[in-house]
């Protein structure tokens, strides 16, 4: 190699898809990315083969996939039935994923465990499955060949927060009320101490590695963006009515209803509009809940939209209104900053994260009658003095254009891989 810090990284990406959204999303985003800042072979699943193809990567040069169906399949269809509907019981599809996953890696160490043996990789990266429940029975047979492996970043398991007890059970979660046995299965702790580093989404999934192990995980949140998707920029003009967006699966956790009873006020007197972009099983009760508001006539629903026509939509408001009370990762609160729309959120989990006082407003989490007082309050203050927006605005651009697209997060998981790499005497790089 010409450049000696460009390492050789087999990239595990057992998710990974540029026409899909959420993590596999994310999996071929930051995958892909990485091929900027070291030699990097992709290991995916064989359902990404064909959209790898269409994006002009070469099989077997660029990328390798793995045909794990004859156990993937089978567990697939089983969640489905049990989730009892679509977009539901996330928990149960993780657990699942869980029994199917080790068989992935089974045949990943087939096709490659000769070569990593045989030093043809620097470093093993596990970028996807993102969640901490699933775990990696080739880490150790990376340590005993003396080839670090990186997992990460892991995110999910946010906890309910307390109030929302009904919205859980909605979603059908109720696997979510026994997440914690995840820590005795079998090879957390064996992948935890093979692990040379361990890159965490959140700072709750940070907290949930055992002190033993505190000393290699690096905090480092897992959605970006790609520039060339979001490269309009808000007006940010404040002149009313302001004009609020909400993005996303119209689904309870996400508090759709909770924002059109926040907003009523100001969408009654037309000191506020809302579009609400996305679609899901709450679009009925909410078009109904809109109409005995009397705020029928404020509020667009855009259902859903394809994914290139989002921002056209966003962009034009002032405020994305994002009362989600259990994000793990929050992209859309990235997607909104990267556009100049000030984000205003529930301090809690991924998107209290990702805002600062700088770059948009947080109210605090409570239960739903606090949630909605707060956020209505917010509406009102920034509609009787909405002169800090264009200030925010900016501030929000800048910090996503530093820290939040692909090519710098490629640039920080590099930063990882040169410490793993390096002779141990250097503490865990701080990212952000």
């Not at 939509?313 to 609160?333: D, M």
Request: charged share 20%.
């Amino acid at each position: 190699m010409d450049d000696p810090r460009r390492r050789r990284v087999l990239v595990i990406a057992e998710a990974a898809n540029p026409e899909w959204v959420s993590v596999p999303l994310v999996g071929w985003s930051l995958a892909t990315a990485l091929r900027a800042v070291a030699d990097v072979h992709i290991v995916t699943q064989i359902r990404n083969r064909d959209a790898f193809l269409r994006a002009g990567l070469g099989e077997g040069e660029d990328f390798t996939a793995i045909n794990s169906e004859a156990v993937a399949r089978p567990l697939h269809k089983t969640a489905s039935f049990l989730r009892m509907g679509s977009g539901k019981g996330w928990t149960m599809t993780t657990a699942i994923n869980a029994l199917s996953y080790p068989y992935f890696e089974r045949l990943v160490w087939q096709v490659f465990g000769a070569q990593i043996r045989a030093g043809a990789f620097d470093l093993v990266h596990r970028v996807t499955p993102l969640s901490p429940t699933i775990q990696s029975p080739i880490a150790g047979k990376c340590r005993s060949a003396g080839v670090p492996f990186v997992m990460g970043p892991l995110n999910g398991g946010v906890p309910w927060p307390p109030g929302f007890d009904a919205e859980r059970r909605r979603e059908r979660e109720w696997l979510s009320y026994v997440r914690g046995a995840y820590r005795y299965m079998p090879w957390r702790g064996s992948t935890l101490a093979a692990a040379s580093a361990i890159i965490c989404g959140s700072r709750h999934t940070q907290s949930e590695i055992p002190p033993a192990y505190a000393d290699k995980t690096v905090w480092l949140p897992e959605n970006a963006i790609d520039p060339a998707r979001f490269n309009l920029v808000a007006a940010q003009d404040p002149a009313m009515p302001l004009r609020g967006c909400f993005i996303g699966r119209l689904v309870p956790y996400k508090g759709p209803d909770m924002l059109l009873e926040a907003a009523a006020p100001l969408l009654r007197d037309g000191r506020l509009v809302l579009d609400i972009i996305g679609d899901g099983p709450m679009r009925g009760a909410l078009e109904a809940q809109a109409d005995a508001l009397g705020v029928a006539g404020a509020v667009t629903f855009h259902g859903n939209l394809p994914h290139a026509e989002v921002q056209g939509v966003a962009v034009q408001a002032n405020l994305l209104t994002f009362p989600s009370i259990r994000e793990f990762g929050g992209g859309v609160v990235l997607e909104a900053m990267a556009l100049g729309v000030v984000p205003l959120i529930v301090d809690y989990a991924g998107p209290g994260e990702l805002v600062s006082e700088e770059t948009g407003f947080k109210v605090p989490i409570g239960n739903r009658e606090d949630v909605i007082r707060a956020f209505g309050a917010k509406l009102e203050a920034i509609a009787e003095d909405p002169a800090a927006l264009p200030g925010m605005s900016a501030n929000a651009r800048a910090r996503v254009r530093e820290h939040f697209t692909w090519p710098a997060k490629a640039r920080q998981v590099a930063e990882v891989y040169d410490w793993v790499l390096g002779d141990g005497s250097a503490p865990a790089p701080a990212l952000l």
